[in-house]
C-alpha cells in the first residue's frame, strides 16, 4: 500500500499497479480497496490502476466528516497531489455517489465516468421508489451500534444471490473481502451510512456531461435496478448495461464479463 498525506495529518492508502491511461477505482460502504484486488490484477496490465481506501476504511485514517463532500474533497486533494489526468473514475455504491460528487469538483481531470451499483438517492421516499426504506437504514444503524460485526457481515451477504455464486466462490469471498476481514472503523460506518440516508444527488445529475457507463446487476437487492436506469435516462453522456442475473458486486459474481466491459469502455 502506497499512502498519501493530507493537511491536516490524515494518511490516505491507496494501492497502486500497471501503466497506461490512468483508472481509479472507489470501493463502497464499509468496504475497503481490498474489494478491487482481482480487477487491480486482471486490468493493470493495460492501465495505471489506483484504488484509495475511503477515510477511517481499510487502511486509511479516520475523519469527522464523512459526508460527500468531505470525502469528495479528499480525494480531489489526493488527485491533485499525484498530478493524475485524464482518469477515468469508477465508483462502487458508496463510491459511485463520491465519485458523482468529485465529477463536479475535479471535472477537468477527468475523462470517462463508470457507476457501478449507484443511486442519486439511497433511501426511498414518496417520489422516488428505488430505494431502501428509512427504517430499513436506521434498523442497520443500530445493528452497528449494538452488534458491529455481524452487521456487517449480514451487509456483505445480502450483496449476491443465493444462485448468484457457488458456495466456493461465496466462502472464498467471505474469508478474504468480508468487511470482517479487514472492518471499517465503527465512526466511518456510522458517518458513512448517514450520508447515504441523507444524500440526494438528483438535481446534479443534469450538470454532467462525462461519457458515462452505468452498471447495474438485475438483482440488486441493496439498490434496485430502477435506480441505475435513473442515473443511465438523467445523466447527459450516459449509457446503461444491466447486467442479467448479478446483485449488487457484480464485479464478484461475473468479474470476466464486468472486466471486460470496463476494458472496453476505458480504452484511449
Not at 499512502?3 to 491511461?21: I, T
Not at 457501478?116 to 452497528?144: K, N
Request: proline residues 5%.
Amino acid at each position: 500500500m502506497k499512502e498519501w498525506n493530507l493537511a491536516d495529518g490524515r494518511v490516505l492508502r491507496f494501492r497502486q499497479a500497471g501503466s497506461g491511461p490512468t483508472l481509479v477505482l472507489l470501493h463502497g460502504w464499509a468496504m475497503s480497496s481490498a474489494v478491487f484486488d482481482e480487477a487491480v490484477q486482471n486490468l493493470s496490465n493495460e492501465f495505471c490502476v489506483l484504488a484509495p481506501d475511503l477515510p477511517g476504511h481499510g487502511q486509511s485514517t479516520s475523519c469527522k466528516d464523512y459526508s460527500l463532500d468531505s470525502l469528495a474533497r479528499d480525494l480531489a486533494l489526493w488527485m491533485e497531489g499525484l498530478q493524475l489526468t485524464d482518469v477515468r473514475l469508477l465508483g462502487w455504491s458508496l463510491g459511485g455517489q463520491i465519485a458523482l460528487r468529485l465529477a463536479s469538483l475535479t471535472k477537468h481531470r477527468l475523462s470517462r465516468l463508470l457507476l457501478i451499483a449507484t443511486t442519486p438517492r439511497f433511501v426511498a421516499d414518496e417520489e422516488w421508489s428505488h430505494g431502501l426504506a428509512e427504517g430499513q437504514v436506521r434498523i442497520m444503524a443500530r445493528g452497528l451500534q449494538r452488534r458491529f460485526a455481524r452487521t456487517l457481515e449480514d451487509f456483505f451477504n445480502q450483496q449476491f444471490g443465493e444462485q448468484e455464486i457457488n458456495s466456493g466462490r461465496r466462502q472464498w469471498l467471505s474469508e478474504h473481502l468480508s468487511p470482517s476481514v479487514m472492518p471499517p472503523q465503527q465512526e466511518a460506518a456510522l458517518g458513512a451510512l448517514e450520508t447515504l440516508r441523507t444524500s440526494d444527488l438528483r438535481a446534479e445529475l443534469v450538470e454532467l456531461e462525462l461519457p458515462t457507463l452505468v452498471l447495474h446487476g438485475t438483482e440488486d437487492k441493496i439498490i434496485p435496478l430502477g435506480a441505475g436506469r435513473y442515473l443511465a435516462g438523467t445523466l447527459a453522456q450516459a449509457r446503461f448495461q444491466p447486467l442479467e442475473q448479478a446483485g449488487h458486486a457484480p464485479f464478484l459474481s461475473c468479474p470476466e464479463e464486468v472486466f471486460q466491459l470496463w476494458r472496453e469502455f476505458c480504452q484511449p
